[in-house]
């Protein structure tokens, strides 16, 4: 049973809504992934809502009630401006990183027209840059890559340089996931991050961080890490459509303040969409 559902029916269960209900809702918000400072606070926002507008016998109106602090949250600026854009994909390996930018890619060119180019940034792994090679062949877009153990500042400084000087409108960059140690991939990207910098001033410059939407509590933790990096503009969440529990995009919104940008549900470059808070907080809350 997906978690929306098993969640209309905690609702639906209910005859009133009661001290017993709340804490009832707060173990299942945490079960959903929401972690339990967030789910703490949004079960005693809606306590006092029920207060306020007499909702205190209704379940169902709690329900639409949980629905509305949802729908506080507030998706990212994700139509491209009319100038050249630099995007930078970051997340651990593992998460889908490679394939996102090849289906941002073509989301691009198919939704606004866009002329894009790729970028092999993660010189790490050899397999990523054979992985963006391929995509880049299928769907007929410039890759710039340079040898594996290369330094990815230099491959995204030739990719702006490319892009510039060949008309592209958008730059999208692969980067890596993993390092020997910590410090050394948030050195790696704050590297590459004043490449940008210098190289693409006065231009549109988005940092996406790219989670696996079921690995639950543990994508806050990631995303602290990237965000304390790099400033972060937003979320791409992977595998929204297997078992994630959806409770995380509101703990990434609540206690990042990272909005969700794109969520991708398959294998198929055309398996991505704009994020839509209005059909989060139905699918989440299960309200008809």
Avoid: W
């Avoid at 791409?236 to 529990?245: F, P, Q």
């Avoid at 994020?275 to 139905?282: E, G």
């Amino acid at each position: 049973m997906k978690f929306g559902e098993r969640l209309k029916n905690f609702f639906l269960g209910k005859s009133a809504v009661n001290d017993e209900l709340f804490d009832d809702l707060c173990d299942i918000l945490i079960e959903g992934d929401f972690g339990a400072s967030e789910a703490y606070r949004t079960v005693e926002i809606l306590r006092e809502r029920c207060k306020k507008e007499s909702a205190d016998a209704v379940p169902v109106k709690l329900a639409e009630l949980l629905e509305e602090e949802l729908l506080k949250i507030q998706p990212a600026v994700t139509a491209p401006p009319d100038k050249f854009c630099a995007i930078l994909l970051l997340g651990v390996n593992g998460v889908g990183k490679t394939t996102t930018a090849a289906k941002l890619s073509n989301f691009y060119s198919e939704k606004y027209n866009k002329k894009t180019i790729l970028v092999a940034a993660d010189t790490f792994r050899a397999a990523a840059i054979d992985q963006l090679k391929i995509h880049g062949q299928k769907l007929n877009v410039r890759v710039i890559a340079h040898k594996q153990g290369g330094d990815p500042a230099a491959v995204v400084y030739d990719a702006l340089e490319a892009a510039q000087s060949g008309g592209a409108d958008i730059v999208i960059a692969d980067t890596a996931g993993r390092m020997h140690t910590k410090s050394a991939l948030v050195e790696e990207l704050r590297k590459i991050d004043r490449v940008v910098e210098s190289r693409a001033k006065d231009s549109c410059y988005l940092k996406y961080l790219v989670l696996d939407a079921t690995t639950g509590r543990n994508a806050v933790a990631q995303a602290e890490i990237f965000h304390d990096a790099v400033r972060l503009d937003g979320i791409i969440l992977t595998k929204y459509d297997s078992t994630a529990k959806g409770g995380v995009v509101f703990s990434l919104v609540s206690s990042l303040r990272l909005p969700v940008a794109y969520i991708c549900m398959g294998e198929k470059y055309g398996d991505i969409e704009i994020f839509n808070p209005h059909k989060f907080a139905k699918e989440f809350a299960q309200v008809a």
